[in-house]
């Protein structure tokens, strides 16, 4: 049986002495403490149609508590800002004024206090993109199992996944496809983002690492917790590492996957999916509320 909704929870202690001071700074100080957070794989389990991946029970009411006692804390996600806001259900949560969801790694703005989306125009290579793809999947011959988010559709025009989870072999299709979508994506000027048998073809220049970084010299914030579980979510690490060499803490957290083990060997500490991500957003709040 889980622990009862309003149990204390445990705080974990991360692995590597980075990570231990960065988590002791963040206890210490939480008033110059951010976090940020990625969506999928993290606040929201890994579904096969990512239009039913909702936040993890418990996400919503972790943070309400949470959030209050820091400077501020982020949803950094490869998604539509508002379609995560959608999902995670995060609109209109008591606490959570000071929550910001940066949408297609950075490039949509949605923040909580107005409710409003700020968005640049579409990269024009996302619709000529759009237009070939089918003949490209059916040339490599992974078209069937094989599943697109469009822009249109789920990706506001900035961005287009293709997935593989759903194929027969999904790490054969994966792949398969990545050569040829590297070579579509750069004859339009876009790139190719590798994820949990998901390829995505965006902009260049739109990462976590970059959107990070800029939330975080924004605030103003001395320490940083983040958490995320996909390669997508190794350049918001690599961000974490290079401003703890400019001297801010940070802890960094794997919401562990038997999929993604890049994240886990460079992680301060590793948790059991959304489940532990949501009991360590818990215990913290634990914590700073002296519970």
Same mark, same amino acid.
């Given at each position: 049986?889980?622990?009862?909704?309003?149990?204390?929870?445990?705080?974990?202690?991360?692995q @590597?002495?980075?990570?231990?001071?960065? =988590?002791?700074? *963040?206890?210490?100080r939480?008033?110059?403490?951010?976090?940020?957070?990625?969506?999928?794989?993290?606040?929201?389990d890994?579904?096969?149609?990512?239009e039913?991946?909702r936040?993890h029970?418990?996400?919503?009411?972790?943070?309400?508590? =949470?959030?209050?006692? =820091?400077?501020?804390?982020?949803?950094?996600?490869?998604? #539509? &800002?508002?379609?995560?806001v %959608?999902?995670?259900?995060?609109?209109?949560?008591?606490?959570?004024? /000071?929550?910001?969801?940066?949408?297609?790694?950075?490039?949509?703005?949605?923040?909580?206090?107005?409710? @409003?989306? /700020?968005?640049?125009?579409?990269?024009?290579?996302?619709?000529?993109?759009?237009?070939?793809? #089918?003949?490209?999947?059916?040339?490599?011959?992974?078209?069937?199992g @094989?599943?697109?988010?469009?822009?249109?559709?789920?990706?506001?025009?900035?961005?287009?996944?293709v997935?593989?989870?759903?194929?027969?072999?999904?790490? $054969?299709?994966f792949?398969?496809?990545?050569?040829?979508?590297?070579?579509?994506?750069? %004859?339009?000027?876009?790139?190719?983002?590798?994820?949990?048998?998901?390829?995505?073809?965006?902009? #260049?220049g739109?990462?976590?690492?970059?959107?990070?970084?800029?939330?975080?010299?924004?605030?103003?914030?001395?320490?940083v917790?983040y958490? $995320?579980?996909?390669?997508?979510?190794?350049? &918001?690490?690599? &961000?974490?590492?290079?401003?703890?060499?400019?001297?801010?803490? $940070?802890?960094?957290v794997?919401?562990?996957?038997?999929?993604?083990?890049?994240?886990?060997?460079?992680?301060?500490?590793?948790?059991?999916?959304?489940?532990g991500?949501?009991? *360590?957003?818990?215990?913290?709040?634990?914590?700073?509320?002296?519970?």
């Open positions: 049986m889980g622990s009862p909704p309003n149990a204390p929870h445990s705080l974990p202690t991360p @590597t002495p980075a990570g231990r001071e960065g =988590l002791a700074a *963040l206890l210490s939480p008033e110059r403490a951010v976090i940020a957070l990625d969506y999928d794989g993290t606040l929201a890994i579904v096969p149609d990512p039913q991946a936040a029970p418990g996400a919503t009411a972790a943070l309400g508590r =949470l959030v209050p006692h =820091l400077r501020a804390a982020a949803v950094i996600t490869g998604r #539509p &800002a508002v379609v995560a %959608r999902l995670g259900g995060f609109a209109s949560v008591p606490g959570l004024d /000071h929550l910001t969801v940066l949408g297609h790694y950075g490039a949509e703005r949605w923040e909580a206090a107005t409710g @409003t989306v /700020h968005a640049p125009a579409p990269h024009p290579g996302i619709a000529a993109i759009q237009a070939e793809l #089918p003949g490209v999947l059916d040339a490599s011959g992974v078209w069937r @094989t599943w697109v988010e469009t822009a249109i559709e789920t990706k506001g025009g900035r961005a287009i996944a997935h593989t989870r759903r194929a027969a072999d999904p790490q $054969g299709a792949d398969r496809l990545r050569g040829p979508l590297a070579a579509l994506a750069e %004859r339009h000027g876009l790139i190719v983002e590798p994820g949990r048998f998901v390829l995505e073809l965006r902009p #260049p739109m990462d976590k690492g970059v959107a990070l970084a800029d939330w975080i010299h924004e605030t103003g914030a001395a320490t917790l958490a $995320g579980d996909d390669l997508g979510d190794l350049a &918001a690490f690599a &961000a974490v590492e290079k401003l703890r060499s400019e001297g801010l803490t $940070g802890v960094l794997c919401s562990g996957s038997n999929e993604v083990t890049e994240l886990a060997e460079r992680a301060d500490l590793v948790v059991d999916g959304p489940t991500v949501i009991g *360590l957003l818990g215990a913290l709040a634990d914590h700073l509320s002296g519970n």
